[in-house]
Each structure stands twice: as C-alpha cells, then as structure tokens.
C-alpha cells in the first residue's frame, strides 16, 4: 500500500486558541437487565468510562484500540448519535452535551460521520444521488447552482463519475461506495468528521486511494478529522495525535511520532509490537508482546486498573488503585503506575 506523504505541519499538542471540540470525562454506560421472571437491573456496560480529550481545527486524532475498547461508542457519543451519560461534550465553546431538536439539527450542519460499513450505511433502494443529495434535504439547503449539480460535483471531487448520478448502491465497489459516504459526509462543508474505520473493510491497495482523499479534503477544507482505526501503520501516517484505549479508558496519548518511537503505556508496547515490519533484518531484533487471556468484560472490569489482568508488570498497587493520566513530557500523557520507555524498532 502506497501513501502519499502529507506536507502539511502538525497541529501542536496544545493549541493556541480554543480547541474545536473539547470532551471531559465523557462517558457512555449501557443498562443492562438480568433475564429472570422478575426484571431487575444489572450492571451497565461501561462502554466508555470517563475520557477527556480535545480536537484543534484541522487536526487528525486518531483512535486506536483493539475491538471493544469503546472507540466507535465514543465517535458516535462526541457527535450525539448516543446519549452521553455523563461528561460534557463542548464544540467551538458551546456545550452540546444535552443538544436536541433545532440546535441538534443545526450541529448537524457542523459534524459529520464516515461509516465503517460502505455496504450496510448506504440505503439501497435509493440513488447515489439521492443519497450525496440527502444531507442538503434534511437541512432543507439548496445549494448554489441546484441540488444535482451540487451533487455532481461531490461526485466528481470524491473520483466518481458524476454520470452515475442515477445508479444504485449496488452497482458500486466497495471502495466505491466509501467514496460515496464521503461525498455525502463533506456535502455541507462541516468543520469535524468522525471517520470510524473508513478503510478497515477495503483491499489493501484501495485503502491508500481512500487515505489520500480523506487527507486532500482536509488539506482544502480545513477539516478537523476524529480517526478509528485498527490499522496501525494508517492511523501513524494520518494522524497528528494518538490516543489508545483499552476498555473504555485511554491509556496513552501522545503526538504521532513520540508515541510510535517511545511509548510509555504497556498496552501500548503490546499493540505496536503486533504492527507487521516489512525488512527481514529488522524483524529478527523486534520483541514480539503477546498479551495473555481475553479482553474483560466492560459489564465488569477489574477493579483498579482495568488493564492489570493482562499486563505483564501488574503490582499489588494495580489492583486496588486507578491510575490517573499523568504528563510525563509535554503533551505526552499515560495512565500507568510503571509506565515504562521503550525504543519500538
């Protein structure tokens, strides 16, 4: 997979100015009820359990996590798919924690998703045209020049041909159709779009393609992107911070690069050592960290701190203590009561 290199600088890890999207301990719990005669409640499914992070203009954070960890929980909270259930969500300074109706709609305007799914998030019954154009419907805009023109040239910039205005879903690849939800994504030229796992279900080599659309985009519009991701080598190459999660909590974030080259975070050693090395000589000097048992259950995580019970250098002071997020260099913050430099080759 060819990636084309980004010229653009880095946004700072502390931005001057007001950030574009501010999350404090956001928090997303989901009830739960135990199947008796009598229905009586559970523990919830700590899906996302506290997390804090901010979102400059035209910034890439990447999300990253193995599956479970409440990296799409958390996309689709920030954006007000799912009612937090706690925390507070705040957007060029407002508070749209607890938004709804008009105001909600309006911050539709301003927020966007790109699906994981290109097959299962595009209506099949409707045109490619109907659906790019959806977004002006909803908003009841018409755009400069008529709604299919508009559209046309959605098409035309996301690399489809505008010709195929009226064709169906189903006569797309599914790169094809990821280009289409990335079309009706920018449609109302917003200021953040959460990509969750935009790429994870495209071939190898299409995944570029997608990658380096989503970066031109960003690069003319200014956009601030919330990127998911399983892949590790994309989530280095597009982003310009990193924050890892393991059942519902961040463990490390840091800038691209300090994280890649020296993580503090032992979940994070263990996920880096998985990225696959394409040189021979560097593979037989990489240390392989392969983490034992299975992930939690987020109905009932470990007490202290959830990653102990696969963590290679658990203490007694894991178990009965949380670890709080700590700045150990400037911008670069790990939840670890042993947080530990390692020089990743």
Known sequence: ??????????????????????????TKHFPQFRQTLIKRPDNPVRAVDGISF????????????????????????LLRLLEPTAGTIEFEGRDITHAKGAELRTLRREMQMIFQDPYGSLNPRQTIGSIIAAPYDIQ????????RAAVQGLMERVGLNPEHYNRYPHEFSGGQRQRIGVARAIALKPKLIVCDEPVSALDVSIQAQVVNLLEDIQEEQGLAYV??????????????????????K?????DRDELYEAPLHPYTHALLSAVPVPDPKRIEHKERILLKGDLPSPQNPPSGCVFRTRC??????????????VELSPGHRVACHFPEARTVL
Not at 140 to 147: D, F, V, Y
Not at 250 to 254: D, L, P, R, S, W
């Open 140 to 147: 009841k805009i018409t755009p400069e020049g008529g709604r």
């Open 54 to 77: 901010d979102v400059a203009p035209g910034q890439t954070v990447g999300l990253v996590g193995e599956s479970g960890c409440g990296k799409s929980t958390a996309g689709r909270t």
């Open 1 to 26: 997979m060819t990636i084309q290199t980004s010229t653009g600088a880095a946004p700072s890890a502390t931005p001057a100015g007001r950030p574009l999207l501010r999350l404090t301990n956001l």
């Open 312 to 325: 290679p250098k658990a203490q007694e002071r894991c178990t009965v203590e949380v670890p709080l997020p």
């Open 227 to 248: 990127f998911i991701a399983h892949d590790l080598s994309v989530v280095r190459h597009i982003s310009d911070r990193v924050i890892v999660m393991y059942l519902g």
């Open 250 to 254: 961040i463990m490390e974030e840091a």
